[in-house]
């Protein structure tokens, strides 16, 4: 065993020595150890009973023979981040939390890893970690969050939420009712009830063979969640015995195949930032081009928040991320053959599997569209392409050009919006928000809602280097490639230039002529960073481009 390193012979003694200091016993030490890397916190309300979690993921672990031993990792609440400079500290965070629980893991010598975690970062975070150290590891989130329930009966979430503050703003909504959603929105601990970034890779998880069944959708608070946490513990044990590691499991087949599944489920634009960055802890390069050929021929089947109006307890009844894999299989979507967390194939998992509600999951033969909820589109403004997510477009905004309003940071944009000088038919730019340019690719979820709650979404884009949260709907189109930061197109726009979306045919386009274009490249000079020190400057100085997962070199 790996273990062996700090608890056998007499060279050892002084290693055992610092876990008898701990209350170990030389029997404990005789099993596996088993490192339980926990996230709870009591800042982030999908992870403050990460602790509860924990104690069921080690019971499982003891049960089967190993010896627990948990440790912590970081996570940011996006949600209490988001509208000012704490948003910069979120995707950043992602790296520090794999580059630490790197250190944890292998200067501790763990034979096996369960990983504890549930919001937006610390899923891939905890992701890249596991492909880097590659010792056999399971990961068992802390589940959804319950769907809450206005005074009138009205089921809402967190992206109703921020939309409120919009439709407040433009004279739609009084005080009370803010503070009916404000007091409603988000009723228990969990990650937040849509398909958001995080429930969207804690699915994803599921999807590439990482997480056992129910790992993405079975609630926070159902008892269900801890009796998952202690099968997960026992399992770990099981693939500790086989050597199952996680590059076994995180193949090129199962990132296909997760993929797939993003664009059935309609998850967040930001698993195109995360599944990238993951593959590439497994030196395996994910490109966006692969992602339009994968949505191309892979049919959208549900409409989770913020694109329909039900929730992950929804699509939990309806069978889970199980019952879209099943249905995809119905067409040869997915490679069966692909190893698990289970110990088992993914054809093996998918057994005696059927759908529960047609009506959460769409059949295969009854999509909400022939194609994936994300498209990547391209074009003079986005030469390495931008994302956004198309489940969640209206149909008036699918195709859409309108003359361009720019600004140079998120607060300018929100400004305009509040103060009403954005009007239907616009199209709103905001850069140097990128990786390097934020620094940190901030979120951008206050004025695209600010957007939707004024009434805009059927009639106004917006378009970013920065990202969008996951509880982002309408023509919001983030990750352009080059950032402004790096002198990318959008770095050159100015305000009332026509540009051109065309979501269908995955395009976006500057109306403006090339040698206008050249010229204004020439008077182009970068600005000064932003931020000049602790990490996000060095953050600035090694992460690579949205297009490539804003990896770090």
Known sequence: MRSDNVTKGVERAPNRSLFYALGYTKEELERPLIGVVCSYNEIVPGHMNLDKIAEAVKAGVRAAGGTPVEFPAIAVCDGIAMGHIGMKYSLVTRDLIADSTEAMAIAHQFDGLVMIP??????????????????????????????GKLNDGRRSCLSHMFEAVGAYKAGKLDEAGVEDYENNACPTCGSCSGMYTANSM????????????????????????????????????????????PRDIMTEAAFHNAETVDM?????????????????????????DMSNEISSHTP??????PAGDTYMEDLEGAGGVYAVMKELTRKGLLDTSVMTCTGRTLEENLEGVTNR?????????????ADGG???????????????????VAAEMMTHTGPARVFDSEEEAI??????????GDVVVIRYEGPKGGPGMREMLNPTSAICGMGLGESVALITDGRFSGATRGAAIGHVSPEAAQGGPIALVEEGDMISIDIPSCSITLNVDEATLAARKASWTCPQPKVQTGYLARYAKLVT????????E
């Open 118 to 147: 549930n919001c937006d970062k610390n899923v891939p975070g905890l992701l890249m970690a596991a492909a880097r150290v590659n010792i056999p590891t399971i990961f068992c989130s802390g589940g959804p969050m319950l769907a």
């Open 357 to 369: 509600n047609p009506e959460i999951i769409r059949p295969i033969e009854n999509p909400y569209s």
């Open 415 to 424: 400004a305009a919006i509040y103060e009403g000088r954005i009007v239907p």
């Open 264 to 288: 059935a489920l309609g998850c967040s634009t930001n698993t195109m930032l995360h599944l990238p960055a993951i593959a590439h802890e497994c030196g395996i390069e994910l490109d966006l």
């Open 202 to 245: 804690n699915c994803l998880t599921e999807a590439i063979g990482m997480g056992l069944r129910g790992n993405g959708t079975i609630p926070a608070v159902w008892s269900a969640r801890l009796r998952l946490a202690k099968h997960a513990g026992m399992q770990i044990m099981e693939l500790v015995r086989q050597g199952i590691r």
């Open 300 to 305: 959208n089947l549900c409409h989770l928040a």
């Open 545 to 552: 481009s949205a297009s490539r997962g804003a990896v770090l």
């Open 374 to 392: 994300i498209a990547v589109l391209k074009g003079n403004l986005a030469p390495e392409g931008c994302v956004v997510k198309r489940s969640a």
